[in-house]
């Protein structure tokens, strides 16, 4: 009998030290969310740098943006009404950059010589929830960047489209929540060469649609305007175009044959328009399309198979039309969408060997002519119709359930099988120097 060798302790401290350290990595696979606000707190230094403008410091001043303090620094304070300021590096002066107002106080106001001096830089203003604000009478033409949203009411005034023409470098312009008086868009858009984002939006925009556009153009949403008119065919030469907002207007014609031809849209609305005739066939080789929403109109035919095809689709509304026939959908497909809403179309009706009537899809299941049988089967609303969110929910959160778990038994499996190594490693070895 041999006394314990005295180096058996500080084996087994060894051993449950190096087992920590095996076991740590492998129980954080994910990344951990503690490092990426490490450089986010880190500003990046700019206060070494040379002062604001003189000229420009005192246009700042004369629309109640504080100077006290760097105002290209200015961070909004707790107060409701704020203006946030950026600038550039230049030396040995600064230049003001960028100036968004939001929720204006109503004794600002925007002076022509304020924006005179700051023209020479300022590429980007924004006024957001400013609506006793009166529009300068001209805005800076040096703009990238306008936006106004819900400002300018004064009066109930808004904004012209000659005023807005005027900007003629602007890549993005948004005004929503505002009326616009012009005769068509044309007319703000007529010099705009450079345009790639368009937001006119709750604005009594009358007109019809333009019959050309800016080929750049990425984003349009024109939604809830007075736009009349058909959708026309040169609008399908916008093969950048990833977003097309039409919904809430009254434009009337058919959805033209072309539309396949914007290669890039992921998000298209047509809803709540005046258009009629079938869906175009084209449409489903659009390759990466997620949102397609062509309720409240009255397009007819019957409900095309290849929508089913569609890879990406995630929101499909064809609800309050006037399609007819089977519904050529099954229940595979369904389930795969997060939203999809059918309902108010009296004359199509579900093949009941193929979906259930659980899915409450708003329309009533087929005879076997293909005809809805009557009475319809639910009184309810058009527009509840059934609603993938809710089971897409429950399983998204079975997946993670199932991943949580998952990940932990992975860590204590590697964890423990270091240790199991090191034990059998450290035994050899301490009978090997014993
Ligand atoms: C502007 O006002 C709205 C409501 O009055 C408030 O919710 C919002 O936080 C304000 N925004 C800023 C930047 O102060
Ligand atoms: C628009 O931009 C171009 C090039 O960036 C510039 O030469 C021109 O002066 C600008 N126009 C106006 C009206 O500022
Ligand atoms: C558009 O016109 C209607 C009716 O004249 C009015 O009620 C509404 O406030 C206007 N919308 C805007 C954004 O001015
Ligand atoms: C579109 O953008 C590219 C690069 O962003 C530019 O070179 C081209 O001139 C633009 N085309 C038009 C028609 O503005
Ligand atoms: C499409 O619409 C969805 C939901 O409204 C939105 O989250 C997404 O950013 C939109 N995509 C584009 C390219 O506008
Ligand atoms: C289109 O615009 C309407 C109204 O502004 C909005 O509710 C809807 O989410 C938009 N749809 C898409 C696909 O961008
Ligand atoms: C669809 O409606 C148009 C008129 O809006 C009509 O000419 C056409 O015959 C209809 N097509 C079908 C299949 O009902
Ligand atoms: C459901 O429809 C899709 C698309 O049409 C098809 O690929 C799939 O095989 C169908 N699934 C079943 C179970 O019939
Ligand atoms: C419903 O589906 C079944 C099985 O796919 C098929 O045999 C039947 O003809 C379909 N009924 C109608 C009305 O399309």
Not at 1 to 28: D, E, N, V, W
Not at 135 to 162: D, I, Q, T
């Amino acid at each position: 009998m041999k006394p314990p060798s005295p180096s058996l302790p500080l084996l087994l401290l060894l051993l449950l030290l190096s087992s920590t350290i095996f076991a740590a990595p492998s129980l954080s696979p994910t990344p951990s969310p503690t490092i990426s606000p490490v450089p986010r707190t880190s500003p990046t230094p700019r206060t070494s740098s040379s002062p604001l403008d003189p000229k420009q410091l005192k246009a700042l001043e004369s629309l109640n943006i504080p100077t006290a303090k760097d105002p290209c620094n200015h961070r909004p304070s707790s107060k409701s009404s704020t203006a946030v300021v950026t600038c550039d590096a230049g030396s040995p002066f600064r230049l003001v950059t960028s100036i968004s107002f939001t929720n204006c106080s109503s004794d600002l106001s925007i002076s022509s010589t304020a924006l005179k001096a700051l023209s020479s830089s300022l590429t980007s203003l924004s006024f957001l929830n400013c609506p006793s604000l009166s529009p300068p009478p001209r805005l800076p033409e040096s703009l990238h960047s306008f936006s106004a949203v819900n400002s300018f009411l004064r009066r109930r005034k808004g904004l012209s489209g000659v005023f807005l023409a005027r900007l003629v470098n602007l890549t993005d312009l948004t005004v929503s929540s505002i009326p616009v008086s012009t005769s068509g868009l044309y007319v703000i858009l007529g010099n705009m060469h450079d345009i790639v984002s368009l937001t006119i939006s709750h604005a009594n925009l009358s007109g019809s649609i333009p019959k050309s556009f800016h080929s750049n153009l990425t984003f349009i949403d024109l939604s809830d305007n007075l736009i009349k008119g058909s959708i026309p065919t040169s609008i399908t030469l916008l093969s950048n175009l990833k977003s097309l907002n039409l919904s809430q207007n009254s434009i009337s014609g058919e959805i033209p044959d072309g539309i396949g031809d914007l290669i890039s849209l992921k998000n298209l609305s047509l809803a709540s328009n005046k258009l009629s005739g079938p869906i175009p066939v084209s449409i489903s080789s659009i390759p990466d399309l997620t949102h397609l929403d062509l309720s409240g109109n009255q397009l007819n035919g019957t409900v095309p198979r290849f929508i089913s095809k569609m890879k990406d689709l995630k929101h499909l509304n064809l609800a309050n039309n006037a399609f007819h026939g089977v519904l050529p959908f099954n229940a595979s497909f369904l389930k795969k969408l997060e939203v999809f809403k059918i309902g108010g179309n009296s004359d199509l009706c579900y093949n009941h060997t193929v979906l259930s009537k659980k899915m409450k899809l708003g329309i009533a299941p087929c005879d076997k002519h293909g005809l809805p049988l009557s009475p319809p089967p639910q009184k309810e609303d058009s527009n509840s119709d059934y609603d993938y969110d809710n089971a897409d929910d429950t399983s998204e959160k079975k997946k993670e359930e199932h991943h949580g778990p998952n990940k932990v038994v992975l860590g204590v499996a590697i964890g423990l099988s270091s240790l199991v190594f090191l034990i059998i490693f450290l035994i050899l070895l301490a009978k090997w120097c014993g």
